[in-house]
């Protein structure tokens, strides 16, 4: 697909998503998250895609937060669809590596929270700067970063809008691993395929069961249709029982295991 503020590449079962805005900083605006998420649904429903590495384009920023239009009306059409965005890269059953180039900074410092695994380049900063810039996060850029780092600690950079190093944002446990700036996307990338050659249904049911608490019935309702009813429909029980319906006689129990 061709988008306008992204880039996408596939190398056998990796996608590769860069925000492709550098000269804003590789902000998300509205046009930006709307292609986000139309490439993470492409990246769920293709069944040869296994994994994705999300990434910035330069090599200053990885995303520095949202860039709102001026408002015109005080109405949905006006809201951000950042929450998508994060919604979609926690609740794809396929998992994805970010490739931290630079600032992430705001909503960017979320998007890196929210995927599964972080690669930073060692020249990489991490900051929150919502109560600086009249803005905050009620909701992944908090419950998610208290789980990743601690309550103090979330708490300390929403507080304080302190910056931090990549070698502090790995201490803290806000990233995986620290990389040359250099190879900050072929060591994600490595890290996408090497999770890439697992069972996609075992680590779509571990990333699932990651983010139940947190996703309520979306949760559940993504764990017992996508991955538990995905596979009782391939039983001879659910077969025996959707032939019996449809011939209007009564299911035989002995033919379920069968």
Known sequence: MTYD???THVDDAVLTITIDRPDQGNKLRHQTCLELVDALQRLRLDRELRAAVLTGSGDRFFCIGGEHDPA?????????????VYQAIDTTPKPVVAAVNGFAVGGGNVLNTVCDLSVAARDAVFRQVGPLVGSFDAGYGTWYL???I??????????????????QALALGLVNEVVAPEDVVGRA????????????LAIAGLKGAFSARHNGVSGQARMAHD???????????????????????????ESFWL
């Open 5 to 7: 503020d992204i880039l």
């Open 72 to 84: 015109t009306s005080l109405d949905q059409s006006q809201v951000l669809p950042i929450i998508d």
């Open 146 to 148: 208290e789980d990743t």
């Open 150 to 167: 601690g309550r103090k600690r979330a708490k300390e950079l929403w507080y304080l809008n302190r910056k931090y190093t990549a070698d």
């Open 189 to 200: 990338t490595e890290l996408a395929r090497e999770i890439s050659t697992r069972s996609p």
């Open 227 to 253: 991955q538990q009813l995905t596979l009782y429909l391939q039983t001879r029980e659910a077969q025996e029982v959707s032939q019996a319906f449809g011939e209007r006689r009564s299911p035989d129990p």
